[in-house]
């Protein structure tokens, strides 16, 4: 069964400072991963996608990595600002013909900011 | 429209009774997905539409579901005999078509409380 595993669950930090998001994930045949911040009350957005050749990405202070071979991504969030307090979830698509494709989902992580 | 949007926002209801839930996607997206948010879990796959047509209902959890698209735009989610297990925000996004380079926008979802 495709799994995708996030962590911490949760965290705080202080404005300011940096933090890193983990994601894991089983999916097979892998065609992209997604990081997506979903603020309370709000749809997910997303904010980067990576395919197998990409090792990197970045959208303003957000970074993500993935490492394809050990099936690991994370996001980096650089001098983190109080709207960054949301739920981020991994996104994972079973690469698929045609129509015929699965997104596999993290439950989140809840990043909470402080001034 | 701008994005996708979802009525009602919020919706509670007694148990038993029946609920509709709306969805209207960006203008041009031929894909439609429905996702259940439950506390703390992943997006759950719920059913996904190319136009009218739902090529894949495999994520319904039981016949109570149902879910329908007309003129390739608008989608409704149907729960019948609403049980307190339903509750969940219910998440609808659009896609420009449905395979998996495509991202996925999603509405604002509709909070569902079953008493």
């Known amino acids: 069964k495709n799994q995708v595993e996030q962590s911490p669950q949760s965290l705080i930090i202080l404005e300011g400072k940096n933090c890193t998001l983990q994601?894991?994930?089983?999916?097979?045949?892998?065609?992209?991963l997604r990081w997506y911040k979903q603020d309370t009350g709000r749809g997910p957005v997303s904010l980067t996608i990576?395919?197998?050749?990409?090792n990197t990405k970045s959208n303003g202070r957000y970074t993500a990595t993935l490492d394809a071979d050990t099936k690991q991504s994370s996001l980096h969030i650089t001098a983190s600002q109080l709207s960054d307090s949301a739920s981020y979830i991994c996104?994972?698509?079973?690469?698929?013909?045609?129509?015929?494709?699965?997104?596999?989902f993290g439950a989140g992580t809840t990043v909470t900011v402080r001034a | 429209g701008a994005g996708v949007s979802q009525s009602p926002s919020n919706k509670v209801t007694e148990k038993g009774k029946d609920v509709e839930l709306r969805c209207d996607p960006i203008s041009g997206h031929t894909a439609l997905y429905w996702y259940r948010q439950s506390l703390g879990q992943g997006l759950e796959f719920l059913i996904y539409f190319q136009g009218n047509s739902a090529p894949d209902k495999s994520g319904l959890p039981s016949d109570r579901f149902s879910a329908e698209r007309t003129g390739g735009s608008v989608s409704t989610l149907t729960i019948q005999r609403t049980q307190q297990e339903d509750s969940a925000v219910y998440l609808c996004?659009?896609?420009?078509?449905?395979?998996?380079?495509?991202?996925?926008?999603f509405g604002p979802g509709t909070r569902l409380t079953v008493l």
């Open positions: 994601c894991n994930y089983t999916v097979s045949p892998f065609s992209n």
């Open positions: 990576m395919t197998f050749s990409e």
């Open positions: 996104v994972v698509s079973e690469k698929g013909w045609g129509y015929d494709y699965k997104l596999s």
């Open positions: 996004a659009s896609s420009l078509i449905g395979n998996s380079d495509n991202e996925q926008f």
